[in-house]
């Protein structure tokens, strides 16, 4: 039971360039988020897939996009990386469905470089 | 507009005594608290929640205490260890958003031998 995994671990992109961040759980949960955290700043949600077959925008969508390919996997691309976007970027997931269950689980993080 | 704040970046604690880490929030309609640990280079993880409708919470050594009239919630670390050394978030959601979390900045609690 490996929990949250994602891939890669770390990435140096040129302004321009585009990439996809991979993430995927293996807890059956149906949510799954992304944020991304900057220095000196809490983490701050770019989108969110309630459940499988739905994405929403989260506080910081601009320059993203995502695909809720199964229950499984929720991908992060960045179409044309700008140095704004250098950041720490997590994914997460919880299950969904009744109120007394919030925890969400993180993966560890990709730390992403854009220059 | 940060509906979520952790006013205190950093916190120094001698190891057996107490640790209070604090957080404010803004939006009445948040329906869940939860505190989160930060290791470097790691994931957050869930430490402990508290529902909007209690106003205490424990669980071992961590105790949520939640004033809704003030908008304040705090964690209580009892004792504090060395190894509690991370940073700590504070964090709300509705349902209606999805169960997304919104952050504070975290405070960064540094337990001293």
């Known amino acids: 039971n490996a929990g949250v995994t994602q891939t890669p671990k770390f990435q140096v992109l040129k302004t321009g360039q585009s990439m996809t961040l991979q993430c995927a759980q293996d807890m059956n949960h149906n949510s799954m988020y992304w944020y991304r955290q900057d220095p000196g700043m809490g983490l701050r949600l770019i989108y969110y897939s309630a459940s499988e077959g739905t994405t929403d925008k989260g506080e910081v969508p601009n320059g993203y996009n995502v695909s809720r390919l199964n229950k499984r996997e929720f991908s992060l691309r960045l179409e044309s990386a700008a140095p704004s976007q250098t950041s720490v970027y997590f994914c997460?997931?919880?299950?969904?469905?009744?109120?007394?269950?919030?925890?969400?689980?993180f993966g560890p993080g990709t730390r992403l470089t854009v220059l | 507009d940060q509906q979520v704040k952790q006013n205190s970046p950093s916190l120094s604690v001698q190891e057996g005594r107490i640790s209070i880490l604090n957080c404010d929030y803004t939006?009445?309609?948040?329906?869940?608290f939860l505190w989160y640990k930060k290791y470097p280079a790691e994931g957050p993880t869930f430490l402990i929640s508290i529902s909007s409708i209690k106003d205490k919470n424990e669980d071992g050594r961590f105790t949520v205490f939640l004033n809704k009239s003030a908008k304040h919630l705090s964690l209580h670390i009892v004792p504090s260890q060395p190894g509690d050394s991370a940073v700590y978030f504070c964090?709300?959601?509705?349902?209606?958003?999805?169960?997304?979390?919104?952050f504070g900045k975290g405070t960064s609690l540094l337990v001293t031998p």
């Open positions: 997460a997931s919880s299950e969904r469905g009744w109120a007394g269950n919030t925890e969400q689980f």
């Open positions: 939006n009445s309609m948040f329906d869940y």
């Open positions: 964090a709300a959601l509705t349902a209606a958003s999805g169960y997304a979390l919104n």
